[in-house]
């Protein structure tokens, strides 16, 4: 399905999503772990085996998923460059800069069909996951975007699911604020 207003490569976007009837979709840090990866593996632009299978793979080799990515793709081209993103219990936010044509719209595709699916079988439901397709708004200024930049990552605290955005592991605050200690549980 094509966009109304698709998004133009080099602009950048708050794209966003949330579930179905605000149903929590991350429940387990399982679950936010496999849309962190989700969302790192759909970045690549190279053609890519299925992400299930890329997942049994890494398994079979014995290696992390990000060191067997890294093995697998030591220089991809990327449809998008993830500026900021946070995962919240019912939906997410990503602020994306396209660098291919359609490479977002693609990527989004692939990252929802991918969880929903992932979602579905852990879950033993069967239907739609998301509200419908993904949202977005340009960020039109440097100020928007560090303004955005700031909502995103203080979606947590906001929500009073942590007191300070550092507790929250699946945004990208501890990338910006210590991009070398980064660990997740």
């Known amino acids: ?12 976007y708050h794209v966003m999503n949330k579930s179905i009837a605000g ?11 496999r ?11 190279d053609p890519l085996p299925k992400f299930s299978y890329f997942l049994m793979r890494s398994q079979k080799a014995g290696k992390e998923f990000e060191d ?7 220089n991809p081209s990327r449809r ?15 602020i994306l800069k396209p660098l291919k044509k359609n490479g977002a719209s693609q990527m989004m595709h ?11 079988i852990r879950h033993k439901r069967p239907g739609r996951l998301w509200s419908g397709p993904f949202k977005n ?14 909502y995103v990552h203080l979606n947590p605290t906001t929500a009073h699911l942590v007191e300070k955005s550092e507790k929250w592991f699946f945004s990208s605050y501890l990338e910006y604020i210590t991009p070398s200690k980064v660990k997740r549980p």
């Open 35 to 45: 849309m962190l990866q989700t969302l790192e593996y759909f970045t690549i632009a």
């Open 137 to 150: 708004v340009l960020v039109e200024s440097d100020e928007h975007l560090w303004h955005l930049t700031r």
């Open 110 to 120: 692939d990252i929802l069909n991918s969880y929903a699916r992932y979602f579905n």
């Open 80 to 94: 998008v460059q993830i500026i900021a993103y946070c995962l919240m219990p019912t939906h997410f936010h990503l």
């Open 1 to 12: 399905m094509q966009r109304k207003q698709p998004l133009q490569v080099g602009n950048v």
């Open 23 to 33: 149903f929590k979709i991350f429940n387990t840090e399982k679950d936010y772990e």
């Open 68 to 74: 067997y990515l890294d093995q697998c793709f030591p």
